[in-house]
């Protein structure tokens, strides 16, 4: 690593200008070379690609083999998402299905690590492999997760989510460098217990018939249409 910072340091210091996905980004690259000339131009997404569901159904009932489906989506041969997936499969979801034992966590997305291997045949979670797309699942989830613990950048699975107009329950990470603000685009949680109980909070609300669930999802996408949408940006 010694040897990287050094590199990423002269190739900052040679270029005439870089540009840097996030604020938080900028800043890191900053404290290796800080004569650089860094500009932060974020992440963006297609606006007329990710959309909310034409008619959303009942977050809590989503098709009968999964009636309470939690969905995290990403590459999964990436070390992050791996670390996040075991994080949450492990820490999180049993105290989730404590309380809602038909409780499916579905990772979705290509190339599944073998270190996931631990969670395969486990009845409640479903590990997908590669999707044609993965839209109809943020869209049927009843949260989309983003337990992020290491990693940097701009998350674009957030930015995805956002933009479906789907409730979100990330740790801090997992949002870096966008400036969402917690119980107004979504839910934020850094601990096992915190995370779970912020997951059951939007179940519980939507059994309630409070309309939390939808309130951060529309509040989220009006968030993506005014900062990352690729015309703006």
Known sequence: ?????????????????????????????????????????????????????ASPAHPLTRSPAHPLTLVFTGKMDYRPNIDAALWFAQEVLPL????????????????????LDVLAGHPNIEITGAVADTQPYIQGAAAYVIPMRVGGGTRFKALEAMACAKAIVSTSLGVEGIPVRHGQELLLADTPADFAAAVLR????????????????????????????????
């Not at 309309?211 to 509040?219: I, W």
């Open 1 to 53: 690593w010694r040897k990287l910072v050094r590199y990423e340091a002269a190739a900052l210091e040679a270029a005439d200008a870089t540009a840097a996905v996030s604020e938080a980004d900028k800043q890191a690259m900053l404290h290796i070379a800080p004569g650089a000339d860094i500009t932060v131009i974020s992440n963006g997404i297609d606006l007329t690609e990710y959309r909310p569901a």
């Open 96 to 115: 989730i299905a404590t309380r809602e034992p038909a409780v499916v966590f579905q990772l979705v997305g290509m190339n599944p690590h073998a270190r």
């Open 202 to 233: 939007l179940i519980d609300d939507a059994r309630s018939g409070a309309p939390l669930a939808q309130t951060l999802g529309a509040a989220a996408r009006r968030f993506v249409e005014e900062r990352y949408g690729w015309d703006a940006i």
